[in-house]
């Protein structure tokens, strides 16, 4: 007669004890309970369940420590966590220790026979394996990625399991969306985190300066270079480099990544000593790389070594249910950023978000955000605050002809704006903080492009380039 299988499920709720025994327990299935997080580690140490289903928050210690001492008992235990609140971290940290999967209970009813299958499935083909490798522990994240979506759990779940390798990752995704954050998360839960994340976006430079900016450059190198500059790949030694927008990056350049990868060797411009570097390398790209390759205009053996892992950001339009969250999280960053009161926002303008379809995706939310708080009669934030359509232009729309920002704004809401400003801050110069919001505005949205950025204020490049540095703009861009 077969062995049965054998599920312990911790959680305080008996009442959930009972629904998970009902839904699971069969003639080859034996189901155990333990309402708290000692009595199921007792529990696992006696019977060595084939899986173990535990809630985050118990007592006395945590789901999570509970699944760290069942690991370290056992390296190839199979733990499934559930939680009713599971934040971005807790779903990110939980991965990283180790966890087969992370279940938000409101999913449970659909995902639980599903993820147990598997979880059993994963048991049986790993008792007959030789080998496992536990996976490490976790680091403290530092950036914050809101969602709660079925969509954004699995990309919180692949970053948990990939920081712990060195293998390079793929991020792809519409703008907007958020690639740099989590290629921020990523190298945060890495054992890199210690080290430097550099950042770079590849179609915000021209072709000429790229390599420069990549590499560095001796002295004399070409006009201009009054001294040797230290290019990101060094400054990014023993951490990570995200190459932001790679499949803008010339053909030229994509075969001295190359060299990179595979040698960790590269030169500086107009240099001949070849310096080593230790680098992982994180890209993203809003464009499909494989019809770029089919087009030779990105190279193949590039795509493949930096598509090793690939992770995909959905868009906002196809994760409503974090709206709500994201505006929350974003009227608090800008009460905290500006030094204002912080906002509430109504039902009825929920709606009117959630209604949306964000073709900036999650970028043109916290710019509709931010310009709802400036534009605010009130603490209380309704659809009249939030004139959709009429912010300032995306990508997107800068693509399709937007002149300036003006264009998109009114004379009405840009005289509001201004007695808003002045208001709470009664000693501000008008005329330069109109130019300082429009530049920071027009930046952000063009993803940092400085060509399109002048072109949409109406300015020349040389004029930009004075305004961001005068502004000191470069400290708040957050492009992702």
């Given at each position: 007669m077969?062995?049965?299988?054998?599920?312990?499920?911790?959680?305080?709720?008996?009442?959930?004890l009972?629904?998970?025994?009902?839904?699971?327990?069969?003639?080859?299935?034996?189901?155990?309970?333990?309402?708290?997080?000692?009595?199921?580690?007792?529990?696992?140490?006696?019977?060595?369940?084939?899986?173990?289903?535990?809630e985050?928050?118990?007592?006395?210690?945590?789901?999570?420590?509970?699944l760290?001492?069942?690991?370290?008992?056992?390296?190839?235990?199979?733990?499934?966590?559930?939680?009713?609140?599971?934040t971005?971290?807790?779903?990110?940290?939980?991965?990283?220790?180790?966890?087969?999967?992370?279940?938000?209970?409101?999913?449970?009813?659909?995902?639980?026979?599903?993820?147990?299958?598997?979880?059993?499935?994963?048991?049986?083909?790993?008792?007959?394996?030789?080998?496992?490798?536990?996976?490490?522990?976790?680091e403290?994240?530092?950036?914050?990625?809101?969602?709660?979506?079925?969509?954004m759990?699995?990309v919180f779940?692949m970053?948990?399991?990939?920081?712990?390798?060195?293998?390079?990752?793929?991020?792809?995704?519409?703008?907007?969306?958020?690639?740099?954050?989590v290629?921020?998360?990523?190298?945060?839960y890495?054992?890199?985190?210690?080290?430097g994340?550099?950042?770079?976006?590849?179609?915000?430079?021209?072709?000429?300066?790229?390599?420069?900016?990549?590499?560095?450059?001796?002295?004399?190198?070409?006009?201009?270079?009054?001294g040797?500059?230290?290019?990101?790949?060094?400054?990014?030694n023993?951490?990570?480099?995200?190459?932001?927008?790679?499949?803008?990056m010339?053909?030229?350049?994509?075969?001295k990544?190359?060299?990179?990868?595979?040698?960790?060797?590269?030169?500086?411009?107009?240099?001949?000593?070849?310096?080593?570097?230790?680098?992982?390398?994180?890209?993203?790209?809003n464009?499909?790389?494989?019809?770029?390759?089919?087009?030779?205009?990105?190279?193949e053996?590039?795509?493949?070594?930096?598509?090793?892992?690939?992770?995909?950001?959905?868009?906002?339009?196809?994760?409503?249910?974090?709206?709500?969250?994201?505006?929350e999280?974003?009227?608090?960053?800008?009460?905290?950023?500006?030094?204002?009161?912080?906002?509430?926002?109504?039902?009825?303008?929920?709606?009117?978000?959630?209604?949306?379809?964000?073709?900036?995706?999650?970028?043109?939310?916290?710019?509709?955000?931010q310009?709802?708080?400036?534009?605010a009669t009130?603490?209380?934030?309704?659809?009249?605050d939030?004139?959709?359509?009429?912010?300032?232009?995306?990508?997107?729309?800068?693509?399709?002809?937007?002149?300036t920002?003006?264009?998109?704004?009114?004379?009405?809401?840009?005289?509001?704006?201004?007695?808003?400003?002045a208001?709470?801050?009664?000693?501000?110069q008008?005329?330069?903080?109109?130019?300082?919001?429009f530049?920071?505005?027009?930046?952000?949205?063009?993803?940092?492009?400085?060509?399109?950025?002048?072109?949409?204020?109406?300015?020349?490049?040389?004029?930009?380039?004075?305004?961001?540095?005068?502004?000191?703009?470069t400290?708040?861009?957050?492009?992702?």
């Open positions: 077969q062995k049965p299988q054998i599920i312990l499920v911790v959680d305080p709720e008996t009442d959930f009972e629904w998970v025994q009902n839904q699971l327990g069969t003639p080859t299935t034996r189901v155990i309970t333990a309402t708290t997080s000692d009595e199921g580690y007792k529990i696992f140490c006696r019977e060595s369940p084939d899986l173990l289903i535990t985050t928050h118990l007592s006395p210690f945590s789901g999570q420590e509970l760290v001492k069942a690991r370290q008992r056992d390296p190839n235990a199979i733990v499934v966590l559930t939680s009713a609140f599971g971005t971290q807790s779903v990110i940290e939980s991965m990283k220790l180790g966890a087969f999967d992370f279940i938000r209970k409101e999913t449970l009813p659909f995902n639980l026979k599903v993820v147990v299958d598997a979880a059993l499935k994963a048991q049986a083909e790993m008792k007959a394996a030789t080998t496992f490798k536990p996976q490490l522990t976790v403290e994240h530092q950036d914050s990625i809101v969602g709660k979506s079925a969509a759990q699995q779940k970053v948990g399991r990939v920081s712990h390798s060195d293998a390079p990752v793929m991020i792809t995704g519409e703008s907007g969306s958020g690639k740099e954050l290629a921020r998360a990523i190298h945060h890495s054992q890199r985190s210690s080290k994340f550099v950042a770079i976006n590849c179609a915000a430079i021209p072709e000429q300066l790229l390599e420069s900016e990549l590499f560095g450059h001796e002295k004399g190198a070409f006009t201009g270079a009054t040797t500059r230290v290019g990101r790949f060094e400054q990014s023993g951490g990570s480099l995200f190459l932001d927008e790679i499949g803008d010339p053909l030229a350049l994509q075969g990544i190359l060299r990179v990868l595979q040698e960790g060797e590269f030169s500086r411009v107009g240099g001949n000593e070849s310096l080593r570097t230790d680098v992982r390398i994180i890209a993203a790209t464009k499909n790389l494989e019809e770029e390759v089919s087009k030779r205009s990105f190279r053996d590039l795509f493949y070594r930096l598509n090793v892992v690939r992770i995909q950001l959905p868009p906002l339009r196809q994760r409503t249910e974090d709206i709500r969250l994201l505006a999280y974003f009227l608090q960053k800008v009460a905290i950023q500006k030094h204002l009161p912080r906002l509430k926002i109504s039902e009825e303008a929920v709606r009117v978000l959630e209604a949306y379809a964000w073709p900036g995706n999650v970028r043109e939310l916290a710019n509709t955000i310009r709802a708080c400036v534009l009130s603490d209380l934030l309704t659809p009249k939030i004139p959709l359509g009429s912010s300032l232009p995306t990508e997107r729309g800068a693509a399709e002809g937007a002149s920002p003006a264009a998109a704004m009114t004379t009405e809401n840009a005289i509001e704006a201004l007695l808003r400003a208001q709470n801050t009664p000693d501000i008008l005329l330069p903080w109109l130019e300082r919001e530049t920071l505005y027009a930046m952000k949205a063009t993803k940092g492009n400085q060509v399109r950025a002048a072109k949409l204020l109406g300015i020349t490049r040389a004029t930009l380039r004075k305004r961001i540095e005068r502004f000191g703009i400290r708040e861009l957050t492009i992702s």
